[in-house]
């Protein structure tokens, strides 16, 4: 996947900035929000591998854009498949997967991403690949029930 930057003004017009999606974890945008029940009419696969994100909005910004730069992320069940085997999991397990469970896994894939060199650059920011795939899924995800 490639793609030119854009430079940043979008980010900055939506008003998010790294600064604010910066934070307790890798990307910041991860961490389980465990008093957070499953997102009303989504897919259990689905709601379990998005249970990973604590900023589902800016998640949803980023996965737009991403959307906008590889028109195929807007394939939901291509891009869960290809996240759950990021995870190394399947539609069956995934559902039995804890939260803790699935955070470590994404946490690490994102690691091992960078590590690999498996990074895009999305408008002036390089992110894993596995974290542009889930901020699209979370961005169909987000169009879908609204």
Do not use: Y
């Amino acid at each position: 996947m490639s793609g030119g930057d854009r430079g940043s003004k979008e980010i900055f017009r939506t008003g998010l900035t790294r600064r604010a999606v910066a934070g307790g974890s890798l990307f910041g945008l991860l961490g389980w929000a465990g008093l957070r029940p499953a997102r009303a009419g989504l897919p259990d696969a689905e709601a379990a591998v998005l249970g990973v994100l604590r900023h589902h909005d800016s998640a949803s910004q980023i996965g737009r854009l991403a959307v906008q730069s590889w028109p195929e992320m807007a394939d939901r069940g291509s891009v869960l498949n290809e996240l759950l085997g990021d995870l190394q999991l399947d539609l069956a397990t995934v559902t039995q997967t804890g939260p803790d469970e699935l955070l470590r896994r994404m946490s690490q894939r994102i690691a091992t991403d960078f590590s690999e060199g498996r990074t895009v650059r999305l408008d002036g920011w390089v992110l894993s690949l596995a974290e542009v795939r889930l901020c699209a899924l979370a961005a169909c995800a987000a169009s879908a029930v609204s």
